[in-house]
């Protein structure tokens, strides 16, 4: 069974930098594409990034677009999102999971539904103004 570990989140000063990390023991991530999703307190959890399989294709969200890159390591099965400029409202517990599809300009779905147990703990971040 897949088993998604997030790592790298903290609690950074506005106008800091944080890199986050997406692991899975148990599947390969490098078959599919990835995104990375936030769950603020109270909201729902929204994707801000996406990448292909291959990492040639990215999508982000408005709010992260110029600030957040997504990358990934396929050697080592690992994708990151590095978060600068990071502001309170970037605030939330990050997850990442693999996506339906991506498409440069269509916002990307989670291939896991909601309350699917394959969802990771998350990774919480936490922008002080």
């Known amino acids: 069974q897949v088993q998604v570990l997030e790592s790298g989140g903290g609690l950074v000063e506005s106008g800091g930098s944080l890199r986050l990390s997406c692991e899975a023991s148990?599947?390969?991530?490098?078959?599919?594409?990835i995104g990375w999703f936030r769950q603020a307190p109270g909201k729902e959890r929204d994707v801000v990034a996406g990448?292909?399989?291959?990492?040639?294709?990215?999508w982000y969200e408005d709010s992260v677009k110029g600030r957040f890159t997504i990358s990934r390591d396929r050697a080592k099965d690992v994708v990151y999102l590095q978060m600068n400029s990071l502001k309170p409202e970037d605030s939330g517990v990050y997850y990442c999971?693999?996506?339906?599809?991506?498409?440069?300009?269509?916002?990307?779905?989670?291939?896991?539904?909601?309350?699917?147990?394959?969802w990771g703990q998350g990774t919480q971040v936490v922008v002080s103004s």
């Open positions: 990448i292909s399989y291959s990492g040639t294709l990215t």
């Open positions: 999971a693999p996506l339906l599809a991506l498409y440069s300009n269509s916002q990307p779905r989670a291939a896991w539904e909601r309350e699917s147990v394959y």
């Open positions: 148990g599947h390969t991530f490098n078959n599919h594409a």
